[in-house]
């Protein structure tokens, strides 16, 4: 996304509309790879944030780490606690659970596939699917400790659950000292250029901020790419209908941190978990067409591991994508270019993919053509679609039939690129990858192992290491695993020993 010498924008004048995480993400960001010109956030204090408990992906760290931000800080500053991946509860049928792992589960084919030999061997398999991947043991044990980089040892990634509110804060107070200029202010007009970009932004106090390039950080508002140029939104309500969700924080349980996320099939959508330092934060994504508000929040309160810190919040969204996320001189990053439900936390993440197709058009110091502008589109539109596909995936393999919701799920027409992937997974066992996903092959496989959902046939090259060998293989790595584990600390004893506790 960027590297430690700061390179000179074509773009004199940038400004970022809009705080929250994706206005000074990007606002640092743009502080830390550019050199010369100026950075300007534009915020008010009057309009409120989405800022809730935020589950994260492992590319958070990779952020993180480019701007300069040390891990122990950043815990401390936004409550954080380490994620190694997410629970989905009740998705397949109700009492059954799965993990979503950030590891990996050996080779993904050849002879030496795990994968294939534990679907081969079936009922005689040892132990879960989730037992062959370390990541996995380790959060369903509440272990936790960072890769070592020693020779030979377990690979694997983490990222984080923090506080989404302090998150921004602490970037804003990091962005400020490297040059960020903030001016507070409720944007009322928005004056266009002749080409039919935007020029300038009319403050209520009649103060007026102009640029040569806006990045529209504004949330669902959406103020310049949805409202001023009028670019169409992609709606994807068809193949995912929850559209509200019950947002709402409760006191932090007894229990040790979990060091995962939890998603809880419901009858119209999915409650999720996310534990921080000092409370837990629930919430309960819905589909209004299938179930009132009022039900939906009390399902959720039901959810809650401890008394409510404040009433529910409802957020009202739509999920798709703005047409294009460049138009003119306004690219839109966060939730004015589009929205995903976050099943699996990928709205910090597309914020950051955007910054790293942003940064090196800027960083070159070039004029931005319109063919670079199409491809950063296309790409961006390409990487919507993927993620929506690995979400649609989750509801599809369902075997639940006793709501509307999961009947529409398991019946309605897929999307043509999700239909090809299933496809060719249960005629031949390949997962299949187009370019811009925003998930690997891994995780594609961990849902379809999680939800029972094998392939058809076995590939003839598993047959080369016999049954035998093929079952000793698997508990030779679950028992490698058992024992890995068991010599890592719990996940608060590690989490208290980074924070200095």
């Known amino acids: 996304m960027m590297n430690p010498q700061n390179a000179a924008s074509h773009f004199k004048r940038i400004v970022v ?143 984080f659950h923090f506080d989404a509110t302090l998150y921004a804060d602490f970037l804003r107070k990091l962005a400020l000292t490297r040059g960020v200029r903030r001016t507070e202010g409720r944007i009322v007009d928005v004056a266009r250029r002749a080409d039919g970009g935007v020029a300038s932004l009319r403050l209520a106090d009649g103060r007026e901020v102009a640029g040569d390039l806006f990045i529209d950080c504004s949330g669902f508002a959406s103020l310049l790419l949805g409202r001023t140029l009028a670019e169409p939104f992609v709606d994807f309500g068809h193949w995912l209908p929850v559209d509200r969700a019950w947002a709402c924080p409760c006191e932090r349980s007894g229990a040790e941190l979990t060091p995962y996320t939890r998603a809880t099939a419901l009858e119209a959508g999915w409650a999720w978990r996310i534990p921080l330092q000092n409370r837990t934060g629930h919430g309960h994504v819905f589909a209004s067409r299938f179930i009132d508000e009022e039900r939906a929040r009390e399902q959720l309160l039901q959810q809650l591991d401890g008394a409510p810190l404040a009433e529910p919040r409802l957020l009202r969204f739509a999920t798709g994508h703005r047409a294009r996320f460049w138009v003119h001189n306004v690219v839109a990053l966060g939730l004015s270019s589009g929205f995903l439900e976050p099943l699996e936390s990928t709205s910090i993440f597309l914020i950051q993919s955007g910054l790293g197709r942003l940064m090196p058009l800027l960083m070159s110091g070039a004029p931005v053509g319109a063919a670079a502008v199409a491809d950063y589109n296309t790409g961006s539109v390409r990487q919507f679609a993927r993620i929506r596909d690995f979400i649609i995936l989750h509801y599809r393999l369902t075997a639940r039939r006793d709501s509307e919701l999961w009947r529409h799920m398991a019946e309605m027409e897929l999307p043509p690129t999700l239909a090809f992937k299933l496809l060719a997974w249960r005629e031949t066992g390949s997962l299949h990858m187009y370019d811009e996903e925003g998930f690997d092959a891994t995780s594609w496989l961990a849902i379809h192992a999680g939800m029972g959902h094998w392939p058809m046939r076995e590939d003839p090259v598993l047959l080369e290491l016999g049954r035998d060998d093929a079952l000793q293989a698997l508990r030779d790595r679950r028992d490698a695993i058992a024992a890995t584990v068991a010599r890592l600390p719990g996940h608060d004893v590690f989490l208290n020993h980074v924070l200095g506790r």
Not at 23 to 34: E, I, K, P, S, V
Not at 95 to 105: A, L, P, R, V, W
């Open 17 to 159: 509309v809009g705080g929250g995480t994706a206005g000074w993400m990007t606002a640092l960001a743009l502080a830390t790879g550019l050199r010369g010109g100026t950075v300007e956030l534009v915020e008010s204090e009057e309009i409120g944030i989405v800022g809730v408990g935020e589950a994260t992906f492992p590319s958070i760290r990779e952020y993180n780490r480019l701007v300069g931000i040390d891990e122990a800080e950043f815990l401390r500053a936004t409550n954080g606690t380490y994620k190694l991946g997410i629970e989905f509860r009740d998705w397949r049928v109700r009492g059954e659970s799965y993990f979503h792992t950030f590891g990996d589960f050996g080779q993904l084919s050849g002879p030496e596939a795990l994968w294939g030999h534990y679907r081969r061997l079936r009922e005689g398999a040892p132990g879960s699917f989730d037992e062959q991947c370390l990541p996995s043991v380790m959060a369903q044990q509440g272990r936790f400790c960072a890769p070592s980089t020693a020779p030979g040892a377990p690979v694997y990634k983490y990222a």
